[in-house]
């Protein structure tokens, strides 16, 4: 069955830099746009970064755009997104998604867990 | 970047009523929409995509509609495994941006 583990998540402080993963099993992974989506407590999803299936493509937010990276490794089936410069907004259970097509519509089909990170001094 | 609109952003509501959702774009997207339904501490699942397909497992209860702008989620008879939180989402230009939300609580 199709399975997202992220994993990575602490606390860190301000300033400081943290490397999410999400390990990917029970389907094609180099066939698959992966996505990061973020929660931060109590509040609603934002979309935070984007890599098409064979890592030639590359989209951020705004909000994390020149501090965050979205890589993959198609050998190893495993995304990573790379968070430097962190901020207390940036504060936020952070979920890998894939993405599954209909025709030219594309949604999230599965979800990790989540990991928790929390930039805090 | 296109911004989702839901109404309400809280709802009580019975076992057993009929709910109904809205969400709005700020611009066409035409049916590039989807549903996610989450539960507290838990990932969001996949509802309805592209506007009014509903995913496997997904119960029939479930159902979306509307194209362009407007966009509503209908739970014909709520069930209590159905109180959680739903959010739309547009896939018609990343970013692929999300609903506010809207809280589903037991009246």
């Known amino acids: 069955q199709v399975q997202l583990v992220e994993s990575g998540g602490g606390v860190v402080q301000p300033g400081r830099s943290l490397r999410l993963s999400c390990a990917a099993s029970g389907f094609a992974f180099s066939s698959y746009a992966i996505h990061w989506v973020r929660q931060a407590p109590g509040k609603g999803l934002e979309w935070v970064a984007h890599i098409s299936n064979v890592g030639t493509n590359r989209y951020y937010a705004d909000s994390v755009k020149g501090r965050f990276t979205i890589s993959r490794d198609n050998s190893k089936n495993t995304l990573s997104l790379q968070m430097n410069s962190l901020r207390a907004e940036d504060t936020a259970v952070y979920y890998c998604a894939r993405v599954g097509w209909f025709g030219p519509s594309k949604y999230f089909d599965y979800w990790g867990q989540g990991t928790l990170v929390t930039v805090s001094s | 970047d296109i911004q989702m609109t839901q109404s309400p952003s809280s709802l009580s509501a019975s076992v057993g009523d009929r709910v109904t959702i809205t969400c709005r774009a700020s611009?066409?997207?035409?049916?590039?929409l989807n549903w996610y339904q989450q539960k507290p501490g838990k990932a969001p699942k996949l509802l309805i995509y592209a506007a009014s397909n509903l995913k496997g497992g997904v119960p029939s209860r479930f159902s979306g509609s509307g194209s362009g702008t407007d966009f509503t989620l209908t739970i014909s008879s709520l069930q209590p495994e159905d109180f959680a939180t739903y959010y739309c989402q547009q896939s018609y230009s990343t970013p692929y941006t999300f609903g506010q939300g809207t809280k589903l609580e037991i009246k």
């Open positions: 611009q066409t997207i035409s049916s590039y």
